[in-house]
């Protein structure tokens, strides 16, 4: 068989890519002669439209409407992002155009006076050689042809023109000597058409017009400037001057006056050291955004909304905005900013806003400016608070006696109401003095920050409060006994100390404090941030669910945030307690496989009871059940789920603690019956008094029966089956019960069940019989 291609194969390739070649030319010989339309000099579009149209039917018409729409809209949105993001650019240039006309104007007029002058002198020299020809002519001749001709009655009128202007300027009739002006400069146009007046004659009209002209200018720009010329005053020379032709002087001059006037009366204004922040604010803001809303109103008024003078105005503005800040900042918010004031600031703040905002009314919306001006001043206020808060607490930390107890009935101060109504609602819980002076701070800083909003620092208020809280959390992290060695790991914990809770109920006051905080208290308060509360409805208890569901994203991961740093105090109280119930002071462990490992031997008789490190788990289980009754009423679900942590503690460095399997798997002498149904036994206490305490969890139960299934494989290597050794299910329940009955003193319960209301009904302990047959086949497969 041939290899290669066939010669027919070969040649249908070659025709085809010949093909291919000839239709690209072909198209690209289209595009070209479509393009030559264009290219013509004699290119009408209107009929080229015409003629494209015509072979468009209906649909396809709308269509390509509907197309050079969307490309409109397209092209519109396209400008309005360029100009925004080109705004500065934009008013800049604006200005510069503006200049560049006035000076344009003012070039035109100087032109136009030196070609006048020009043209003056070239015609007198003229007319004068002339007139010397013609007499010498005359008297060579001995005869005059003709006599000097009068002056018309025009010609008087223009020749009392100037003395006329003179008085008027003198006497300073505005309107009068604009009206004068206008009226010469028709005639000048008028003969200058019809040729009625002499070239001499309408070139000095002219030039009188250009000087008269500009002392008007002149005097006009003069009594603008002065300091002493009212509003009225002000308004009619501004509009004379723009009368004039100079538009963009007469505004510079506007804007210039209104600074002037709104400086002079600044100079009875004097801060000193001692003067009160928001009065001096209130004092400034009112001279400052009176001015700018003057200037804006007499801007409207003389030139109307004209780009290039509102862009000026808008400039001119913003320059004062940034003064009057500069001011604030030096002599108002400097001091409180750095004290942490930040009621003051805020008030300042607020304030100035006030004001600010009502020049939206007149056009000017520079809120924006003036927020951010402030910003950096109320961000260094709010970082001293709010290390003014962790300092505060943290002095208090170190001499608290965690005692929880009702927090001092609110006092009457310059709070608002809803401050009041927050230290009510905190009322009912009982806190440590540390906590309660930690919530009082929290609840006064966001009061504070209320007025504060515009500025959009709410998450930066949120981020520094979770940053004082997780420091709080860190000192009393401290205060547990067993975390001595921890305190290197802890961000910021240098130089602060927590006194030492050195019982079981100090220790449940640590995690009452912060539970409450975190869950409760922290994020009520941080709701006053949100404008779903700052109705009339927000102590409704019926609008407590709503609220939470529509809660800002951003405040709901804050409290996740806040359970974090609870969850963390929480893993160090089970862990120390853990360590606590496992280990001596010594370092030896209570729960090892020897106590298991040689229960088997010559024993005639064994009393069966829980192993002594399991009996103090439940002891301290029931003991910090009685505790959490009393301090976490209502928020039983929190003891419940700190009850099941620590159990799970427990039993999961029981399953991990690899020293143990491997003493029962290889150790020095096997699991013996015995010592199974010991284990057996154990582990059947913890799942009956966790259930009766509804805190055994599924990741417990499951836990449990891998330990169980583990202890079962190991007696099976024996070679023994368990199921044959272990007794009846009700057998080792029946012990389960006596001894929760003997240690807690409990009346036992009705045949020995479970709360059938328990939480945890549905993931109740497995029947041992079930354990037992999952065991066995792991460990033995064909065993007996």
């Not at 010594?586 to 040689?598: F, I, Q, R, V």
């Not at 799970?648 to 020293?659: N, P």
């Given at each position: 068989m041939a290899s290669g291609k066939t010669p027919s194969s070969r040649s249908r390739a070659h025709h085809s890519a010949a093909t291919k070649g000839s239709a690209a030319r072909d198209n690209a010989g289209k595009l070209e002669e479509n393009l030559n339309v264009f290219?013509?000099?004699?290119?009408?579009?209107?009929?080229?439209?015409?003629?494209?149209?015509?072979?468009?039917?209906?649909?396809e018409i709308r269509q390509l409407c509907s197309y050079l729409l969307d490309l409109k809209k397209a092209s519109a949105e396209e400008m309005r992002r360029s100009v925004y993001a080109n705004y500065s650019s934009f008013i800049r240039t604006s200005k510069e155009i503006s200049d560049l006309e006035g000076e344009l104007s003012s070039m035109r007029n100087l032109l136009s006076t030196q070609a006048t002058i020009i043209h003056s002198l070239a015609e007198g020299v003229q007319i004068d050689s002339m007139s010397d020809s013609v007499m010498n002519g005359n008297a060579a001749n001995g005869s005059l042809h003709e006599e000097v001709r009068e002056p018309s009655d025009l010609e008087k009128r223009l020749m009392e023109f100037p003395d006329l202007l003179d008085v008027l300027l003198a006497e300073r009739r505005i309107d009068e000597a604009l009206a004068r002006l206008d009226e010469g400069e028709q005639i000048a146009a008028e003969a200058k058409e019809s040729g009625a007046l002499s070239p001499a004659v309408l070139s000095a009209l002219q030039t009188a017009i250009t000087e008269r002209r500009q002392k008007l200018a002149d005097q006009l720009a003069e009594a603008a400037g002065q300091p002493s010329t009212r509003g009225g005053e002000l308004r009619a020379a501004v509009l004379a001057l723009k009368k004039l032709g100079d538009g963009p002087r007469a505004h510079s001059l506007l804007l210039s006056a209104h600074y002037q006037r709104y400086q002079y009366n600044m100079q009875s204004l004097r801060p000193s050291s001692t003067s009160y922040g928001g009065a001096y604010t209130a004092a400034l803001s009112q001279l400052v955004f009176s001015a700018i809303g003057q200037a804006a109103s007499d801007s409207l008024a003389i030139f109307g909304k004209e780009p290039a003078y509102t862009s000026e105005l808008v400039m001119w503005a913003t320059k004062q905005i940034e003064t009057f800040a500069q001011l604030v900042k030096r002599h108002a918010l400097a001091s409180s900013a750095a004290a942490g004031g930040l009621r003051a600031a805020a008030e300042c703040v607020q304030i100035a806003l006030g004001h600010c905002s009502l020049l939206e009314s007149r056009g000017l919306a520079l809120c924006p400016v003036l927020l951010k001006l402030?910003?950096?001043?109320?961000?260094?206020?709010?970082?001293?608070?709010?290390?003014?808060?962790?300092?505060?607490?943290?002095?208090?930390?170190?001499?608290?006696?965690?005692?929880?107890?009702?927090?001092?009935?609110?006092?009457?101060?310059?709070?608002?109401?809803?401050?009041?109504?927050?230290?009510?609602?905190?009322?009912?819980y009982k806190l440590s003095s540390s906590a309660h002076r930690f919530n009082f701070m929290v609840q006064d800083f966001f009061e504070d920050v209320g007025p504060l909003l515009s500025l959009q620092l709410g998450g930066k208020m949120l981020e520094g409060l979770f940053q004082v809280f997780n420091s709080y959390v860190n000192l009393l992290i401290k205060a547990l006994p067993g975390s001595m060695e921890e305190e290197a790991s802890f961000e910021g914990s240098v130089n602060k100390i927590a006194r030492m809770a050195e019982t079981e109920a100090q220790q449940m006051a640590l995690l009452a404090n912060a539970s409450l905080l975190a869950d409760e208290l922290l994020p009520r308060a941080a709701m006053k941030l949100s404008p779903v509360n700052q109705g009339n409805f927000k102590d409704d208890p019926r609008r407590r669910t709503s609220d939470r569901q529509n809660r800002h994203p951003e405040q709901r991961e804050w409290k996740r945030r806040l359970v974090s740093c609870v969850d963390r105090l929480k893993d160090s109280f089970c862990r120390q307690h853990a360590l606590d119930l496992i280990?001596?002071?010594?370092?030896?462990?209570?729960?090892?496989?020897?106590?298991?490992?040689?229960?088997d031997g010559d024993v005639d008789e064994i009393e069966w009871f829980p192993s002594a490190v399991f009996q103090e788990l439940y002891a301290k289980l029931n003991r910090m059940a009685i505790l959490a009754a009393d301090m976490f009423v209502g928020r039983e679900r929190f003891a419940t789920l700190l009850l099941m942590r620590?159990?799970?503690?427990?039993?999961?460095?029981?399953?991990?603690?690899?020293?143990?399997?491997?003493?029962?798997?290889?150790g020095p002498r096997p699991l013996g019956a015995l010592g199974l149904q010991q284990f057996y036994l154990d582990m059947k206490f913890v799942m009956c008094f966790a259930s009766q305490g509804r805190y055994l969890s599924r990741n417990l139960l499951r836990v449990l029966n891998e330990i169980i299934n583990k202890a079962m494989i190991a007696f099976s290597s024996t070679g023994m089956d368990p199921n044959s050794v272990l007794p009846e299910d009700e057998w080792f329940i029946e012990i389960s019960q006596e001894a929760i009955e003997r240690l807690s003193g409990k009346p036992k319960a009705a045949n020995g069940e479970r709360d059938l209301n328990s939480p945890t009904a549905s993931v109740s302990a497995q029947s041992i019989s079930s354990v037992r047959s999952h065991g066995s086949s792991q460990g033995t497969g064909q065993t007996l």
């Open positions: 290219k013509s000099d004699n290119f009408d579009a209107d009929s080229y439209v015409h003629s494209k149209c015509n072979s468009l039917n209906e649909k402030f910003r950096p001043s109320v961000e260094q206020s709010l970082d001293a608070n709010l290390k003014r808060i962790e300092e505060s607490t943290a002095a208090l930390a170190a001499a608290d006696d965690w005692e929880l107890v009702y927090p001092p009935p609110p006092r009457q101060s310059v709070r608002s109401s809803s401050a009041t109504a927050a230290s009510i609602t905190s009322y009912q280990f001596t002071e010594e370092g030896d462990s209570h729960l090892t496989a020897d106590m298991y490992l040689y229960m620590l159990t799970e503690t427990v039993i999961l460095w029981l399953s991990e603690d690899q020293s143990f399997w491997d003493d029962i798997h290889e």
